[in-house]
Every structure is written in structure tokens, then in C-alpha cells.
């Protein structure tokens, strides 16, 4: 017989696919054979048991093993070959993998993974207490169906729940991974498509737009304005002219049959301005927000985005504060406010002495409720109307205003800070309470970013996200890391990170109970993008208020520690200027007067003082940033946690805070208000006054890292103190925003102009 090349091959081949069937055979053998151990081990339902159950599901779910579901599929069109991959130009990778995924997966589209009895679970690496919990359900649900022993657990319960522990993990396996394949085809979408200035195959890009974004209706938003004479036609797209400070109409701007809508923001968001969604409910802030704007002589147009949720009173009111004359606006005789609050400030008289000129603002309403398909309109909750003003805007720069934001500088200084010019993307950091989160929260964020070696951006040369992004707050364990009240971003140059925002407000778990509304979406949209241009304020969220002078008001009477507290959270520019604050300008948020008089501090204040305070606006003459927290989880996640754990540990060993030493009293304990033995021990000290919104910081708090001697180690944060003129010039702003609640109409006010359409 002769070998022939033939033969050779025939023969090769056999042993290969010999070789590969033991190799196949030998490890499902040794699979199960693990399996079988892993069982074993995981129904002791003990301590330690739990704990390598914790571990394995940590390790499994650890965003580093994290690989797209379509990935072996699309490299095997090349036949594996990666260094080929990379070589290909960009349109031809992008069709194929297009084409391919299209080809496997022909029905697939956005999903909500909201369907019955499919949850993302986040006890599944805390089996202790998801076990208990089931116990305790189990059991209560035996004792009212009357059984007998219902307070026993048999090792046969344990073993059912054990089932049923398993299957959760299961469950969550799958959306996890569905989550993040979601995530990476929009990765691709961004680089093939959004973001590719070459992009040829127009109809595979619609047909992703839609697959991708089944929720966003191809339509533009209804845009009115009174500040025109002529009506806008329904399918017109304004471009703010700042040379004649109108609006240029695009008309007929958008085909909804042919064109594609997202690709439309990109192209014609145009200039610069300030965003602020808005219903009736918020409307009263927004109109005092605009008379500050005028205050601070604001030139940038307005855009107020609302789902046809606005009533025309409100609208008429907001036109008030934009459009009418000075001598209306500042007049004393249209609010008693102008009277009872620092009566000797005559703002007709005095305004410019501030610098002020309240020149006219250029507002505009934006209806978006068509622009969102009526089969989600019931999916996106109310914090998202933000990310929908950010999409829906005609701007291209925007600054997104929260309705009880107050600027405390002119909106045009955020545009001009050196971190928006370097970023296009500017944003401001949280207070940094000592509220941590889970690894299986932070993990799973990370897994939505391209984040390691293996992910299939790396074929797309899309880079991976950096440290920047990994040692971000949120990522190592703390649950609050951005504030999103103030929000600096060029739109057009992050619009992926924008879009990526959506998913995580249409998915339920585990978002919903990880982000505290929309805060943390704007860094982690873009980080998921992979987009790292963003850059934060330097300094966290200040308190902002009087540093307490009175040493029978401090809350750690012999502490040198300067203490502010406030409902107020604020920030202050890397230059050291107070930028903005959050909650409106009232003492506190809502009225808590007659609630607090009894609780201390106040208890010591004259009554009538105390009224006046509640009263009137924030006294603003500092602001305290205390100390930066440490890590609470190392960069990247490890699966062990027990450095996180003995971290926490410690917090019991230190020496209690008010807000820990009131809690779970026993009957007849009272309370301790006043601390004259240790200083602070977290830089954020919760109040029991204003409804929860109060808190006293401190700029020395004991350090977590004390030196073996004995001696105490402080952390040191920064006061800063503002000068009379600074001072008089807040009360100034203060009393503008706080004479803003007229329902007053100048005289001769026509309000006609305006036609409202319906929806
Ligand atoms: C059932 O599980 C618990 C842990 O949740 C354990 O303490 C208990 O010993 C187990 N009972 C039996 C009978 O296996
Ligand atoms: C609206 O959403 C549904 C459900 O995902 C989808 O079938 C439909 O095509 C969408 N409509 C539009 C106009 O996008
Ligand atoms: C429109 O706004 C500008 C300021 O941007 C103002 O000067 C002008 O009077 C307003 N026009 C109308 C019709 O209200």
C-alpha cells in the first residue's frame, strides 16, 4: 500500500478527531466527576459550604471569564484567524459580523428580560441568606396551611431549596449574559455604524437601529415656543443662531420612512444650551431656576423637554419668569417674600450692583411623547425623562439641569472649565457616604464594558476600558459616586454612551436596585461604551451652608473638626468657586418646622428664630468637603473578599457616630445627641432633621488607617469660606430664587401665541 497524500490526510485526520473525542469524553467525565464534588460539598448547608458555593459563584460570574455568546461563530468565518481579522477594513468586519449574527439569529431584538419568574438574583453568592430567607418562607407558609411541625427544617427542605437556589443560579447566568451580549452588539453598532463617518451598508444600520432600539419611536419631538411669531410646523428641527439669537428651522426635516432617527440626532444636533426636563409638578422650581439663570445673566437658549405632561398654566408662568420686563420681575409688590426676606436688599435698585442685567431667556418646549414607542411607554421610569431630554434636544452642548438645581456661576463657565474642554464630558461626584455595594453589583456593571483580553472589541480595535474607569467610586464597592443634578456633555461626540443609558433603565434588576434613580449612568454609559473622555469635578459633593459656630450646637462638642450640616449638597470648582447646589434654596426642601423644633439641634433655638430659618432660603457662606474615603474593593474585583470584609468588620470597632448610636434603641434609653469624647468617624454624618435630607459633615474624621502607637491618625478634608462680597451675592441669588413664587401676570400679558398641540 502506498501512502499516498490522500491517505495521509484521511489518516491524520483520523487520529485528530480521535484524540478530540477522548479529550471531549474525558473532560464531561471529569465534569461531572466535579459536579458530583461540588454537590456534595454544597449539600452540607454549612458555613462552609456556603462559603465555596459564594466563591464558585463569584468566580464564575466574574466579568474577566466574560465572552460574547456570538464571538466563536464570527472568528470562524475567518477561520480563527485573529491577526487576519484585524487586518480587514473596518466595513467589511462590520458587514460580516452583521450579516453572520443576523444569519443565527434572525428574530433577535432588544429584550427587557422582564419576563415572569426570569430575575436577575443578587443573593446567588450569599447562599446563607438566601437559604434563610426560603426557610422563613417555607415555614410560614406551613404554619398558615396548618401543617404540623411547622418549625422544623428538614435536611429534605434544605435539599428543595437547594433546587431551587440552583435554578436561580441558572436563571441569572442567563441574563447576565444576555445583559452583556446586548451591551457589546451596541458596542459594535457604535463602531460600525453610529460612530463610523464611512458607514455604507445603510439598510443593515436601520435594521440594527430597530433591533436595538425597538423603544425609541422614529420620531423627532414637537418643539413649541411662544418666543416666535410664526408657529413651528410639526416636523421641523430648530437650530439655535446665536448671531441673531433665533432659531433656524430645518423644515421638513425627518422622513420617518426612510430616515433613520439616531442617525439624524448625530448629524443635526446643533449649538449650545441648557436642558431641563420638566412636568407640572416640577414647574415652581424650574421658574425660580430661570429667574437665577437671568440673574446670572444667562445668553444660552432653553429647551424644557416634558411628554406632554406640562399643564399651559405652567408654561404660561415659565414664559413670565423668561419674558417679562425687570420692573415686574423685581418689583416688591408681587410677592410677600420681597418683604419678609432681607427686606433691606431692594433687588429693582440694587440688581446691578451684582452685575446683573436679566436679560430676556429664550426658552422652548420639547414634546417628546411620540418620540418613545407606545409599547414601552410604560417601561421607562421618571428619572429616565433626563436621558430623553439629553437624546431629544436639538443641542449638540448641552447642560442637563435638574428642576431644583441652582447655578450659582453663569451656565457659559461650565462650558469654559478646563475639564469640559478636555473631555466634552464633564460631570460631579456624589457625596461620599459610607454606603458600599455588592461584588455582584459592581461585577456586573464591569461585565458590561469591554473589559478584558478575550472580548471581541479587541478584534473591532475598540479599546478596553482603563483604571480610570475600574478604580471609579462605584467600582470599588461604594454605592455612590456620582451626583447627577448638573450634567456638562457634547451629545454629539458621546451619543453611544447616551443610547447606553437606555438598557439600564428598561432592565429592572439588578440595575434598579443598584443606581439610586439616574445618577451613576452618564459615567457608566460611557465607560460601557467604551468611551473614557469624561472628566469629574475635582472635589466631591460639599456640604453647604454656616460652619456651626455656637459650641452648644456641635454635634462632637470638644472635636476641632468645622462642622456644616445642610440639606445641600454643593460643588465647588477645582479653583475653589462654588459652581452649584442641589435641592432647591429653601432651608430645607420641604417645610420640617414644626416636625424638628424638638429635636436637637434646634431644640436649643428660639422658636421664632427657628421658624425664620425654615422659612427662608439657605444662608450659603461655606462649604465643607470632608475626607475621601479608601478603597472599599481592590480594582478589578478579586473573588476573595475577604480584605472587603475585614474592612467592614472594622467599622464595628470604631467608635459610633450619632447616626449609629440612635438607632435600635432599647426602651428607656435615650438619645445621644451631643458626642464630647471622639471626633467624628465618617466625614458624612446622617440627621434626623428635613426629612432624611440633612447631614453634617466634617473636614476631620479619624482615620482608618491608625499608626500602631497609640496615637490617632485623622483624615483632613476642605473648608472653604466664602468673603462678604461673595456672601451678600449668594443672599442676592437666594433672594431672586426665593421671590420666584408669584402667580402674578405683568400687565397687559397677552398669552396667545402659543398653540399646544394635542397629542
Ligand atoms: C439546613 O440548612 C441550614 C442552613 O441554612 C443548616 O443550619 C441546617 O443544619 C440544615 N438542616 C439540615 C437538617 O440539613
Ligand atoms: C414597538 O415595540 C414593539 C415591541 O418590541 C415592536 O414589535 C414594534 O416594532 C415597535 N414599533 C416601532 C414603531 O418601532
Ligand atoms: C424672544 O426672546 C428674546 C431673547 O432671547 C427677546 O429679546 C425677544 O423679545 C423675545 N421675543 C418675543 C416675541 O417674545
Request: charged share 25%; net charge negative.
Amino acid at each position: 500500500m502506498r501512502f499516498t497524500l490522500r491517505r495521509i490526510t484521511v489518516l491524520v485526520l483520523t487520529v485528530v478527531s480521535l484524540i478530540m473525542v477522548s479529550l471531549v469524553l474525558i473532560s464531561s467525565f471529569s465534569g461531572s466527576y466535579f459536579h458530583r464534588i461540588d454537590k456534595l460539598a454544597s449539600e452540607k448547608f454549612d458555613e462552609v459550604g456556603f462559603r465555596n458555593s459564594n466563591l464558585k459563584v463569584r468566580q464564575d460570574f466574574h466579568y474577566s471569564k466574560y465572552v460574547f455568546s456570538g464571538t466563536e461563530s464570527f472568528i470562524n468565518l475567518f477561520n480563527d484567524d485573529h491577526e487576519k481579522i484585524k487586518s480587514i477594513p473596518l466595513n467589511d468586519k462590520c458587514m460580516a459580523f452583521f450579516k453572520n449574527f443576523e444569519h443565527n439569529n434572525p428574530d433577535w431584538e432588544f429584550d427587557k428580560y422582564d419576563s415572569k419568574g426570569m430575575q436577575y438574583d443578587k443573593d446567588i453568592d450569599k447562599k446563607q441568606r438566601f437559604f434563610e430567607e426560603n426557610q422563613k418562607r417555607l415555614l410560614s407558609q406551613r404554619k398558615q396551611d396548618g401543617e404540623p411541625n411547622a418549625d422544623v427544617i428538614t435536611h429534605e427542605d434544605n435539599k428543595t431549596i437547594n433546587v431551587i437556589f440552583k435554578s436561580q443560579v441558572e436563571k441569572t447566568t442567563i441574563i447576565d449574559q444576555g445583559m452583556a451580549d446586548t451591551i457589546t452588539m451596541m458596542r459594535l453598532y457604535g463602531k460600525c455604524f453610529l460612530n463610523n463617518p464611512d458607514v455604507k451598508e445603510t439598510e443593515l444600520y436601520n435594521s440594527f437601529t430597530s433591533k436595538l432600539f425597538p423603544y425609541l419611536h422614529n420620531t423627532i419631538p414637537i418643539f413649541e415656543t411662544s418666543n416666535s411669531t410664526d408657529p413651528l410646523p410639526e416636523d421641523s428641527w430648530p437650530i439655535y443662531n446665536e448671531i441673531n439669537d433665533d432659531y433656524d428651522v430645518v423644515h421638513n426635516a425627518f422622513n420617518s420612512s426612510t430616515d433613520n432617527f439616531i442617525d439624524f440626532i448625530k448629524k443635526n444636533s446643533k449649538g449650545r444650551g441648557i436642558v431641563i426636563s420638566a412636568t407640572t409638578r416640577h414647574s415652581r422650581d424650574v421658574v425660580k431656576l430661570v429667574r437665577v439663570l437671568r440673574a446670572l445673566n444667562n445668553k444660552l437658549p432653553i429647551q424644557i423637554i416634558h411628554k406632554g405632561d406640562i399643564n399651559k398654566r405652567s408654561m404660561e408662568f415659565l414664559d413670565i419668569a423668561a419674558l417679562a420686563d425687570i420692573d415686574f420681575l423685581l418689583s416688591p409688590s408681587i410677592s410677600a417674600e420681597h418683604r419678609d426676606f432681607l427686606p433691606e436688599l431692594n433687588m429693582l435698585e440694587q440688581y446691578r450692583s451684582f452685575g446683573s442685567e436679566f436679560p430676556k431667556q429664550n426658552i422652548m418646549y420639547v414634546n417628546v411623547a411620540n418620540c418613545i414607542n407606545r409599547s414601552f411607554k410604560y417601561s421607562f421610569p421618571g428619572y429616565s425623562n433626563k436621558l430623553l431630554a439629553l437624546m431629544f434636544t436639538s443641542f449638540e452642548e448641552v447642560m442637563l439641569l435638574d428642576a431644583d438645581t441652582v447655578l450659582l456661576m453663569g451656565a457659559e463657565k461650565f462650558f469654559e472649565a478646563p475639564e469640559y474642554k478636555k473631555s466634552g464630558a464633564f460631570f460631579f461626584k456624589d457625596r461620599t457616604l459610607r454606603d458600599y455595594n455588592d461584588f455582584l453589583e459592581s461585577n456586573f456593571f464591569t461585565k458590561l464594558m469591554p473589559a478584558n483580553e478575550n472580548s471581541i472589541e479587541t478584534l473591532f480595535d475598540i479599546p478596553l476600558v482603563t483604571e480610570k474607569t475600574l478604580s471609579n467610586k462605584f467600582l470599588t464597592g461604594w454605592r455612590h459616586s456620582q451626583e447627577a443634578g448638573v450634567i456638562v456633555i457634547n451629545k454629539v461626540d458621546h451619543l453611544l454612551g447616551l443610547l447606553m443609558t437606555f438598557p439600564l433603565c428598561l432592565w429592572k434588576e439588578p440595575v434598579k436596585s443598584s443606581i439610586w434613580g439616574d445618577k451613576e449612568m452618564y459615567w457608566l454609559g460611557m465607560s460601557m461604551a467604551g468611551d473614557e473622555s469624561y472628566e469629574f469635578n475635582k472635589y466631591a459633593a460639599a456640604s453647604v451652608g454656616e460652619v456651626t459656630t455656637n459650641p452648644k450646637n456641635k454635634h462632637y462638642s470638644n472635636s476641632k473638626a468645622n462642622e456644616i450640616c445642610s440639606s445641600h449638597p454643593g460643588h465647588v470648582s477645582s479653583d475653589g468657586k462654588l459652581m452649584w447646589i442641589n435641592s432647591g434654596f429653601s432651608f430645607c426642601k420641604k417645610n420640617g418646622y414644626y416636625r424638628d423644633r424638638v429635636k436637637f439641634p434646634f431644640n436649643q433655638y428660639d422658636n421664632k428664630d427657628l421658624a425664620v430659618m425654615f422659612s427662608n432660603p439657605l444662608k450659603v457662606r461655606a462649604a465643607l468637603v470632608p475626607p475621601d474615603l479608601p478603597e472599599m474593593r481592590a480594582i478589578g474585583s478579586p473573588i476573595d473578599d475577604t480584605p472587603e470584609k475585614e474592612f467592614k468588620d472594622s467599622w464595628k470597632l470604631r467608635r459610633k457616630d450619632s447616626d449609629e448610636i440612635n438607632v435600635n434603641m432599647k426602651d428607656g434609653q435615650s438619645r445621644v445627641d451631643v458626642i464630647t469624647d471622639w471626633d467624628p468617624q465618617k466625614g458624612w454624618v446622617k440627621s434626623s432633621v428635613c426629612f432624611g435630607y440633612h447631614y453634617c459633615a466634617y473636614d476631620l474624621v479619624e482615620s482608618y488607617n491608625q499608626p500602631d502607637d497609640g496615637s490617632i491618625a485623622y483624615d483632613r478634608g476642605v473648608l472653604f469660606e466664602f468673603d462678604d462680597e461673595t456672601s451678600r451675592k449668594y443672599d442676592f441669588l437666594s433672594k431672586v430664587w426665593h421671590t420666584g413664587n408669584s402667580r402674578t401676570r405683568p400687565e397687559g400679558w397677552v398669552y396667545a401665541k402659543m398653540e399646544i398641540r394635542k397629542q
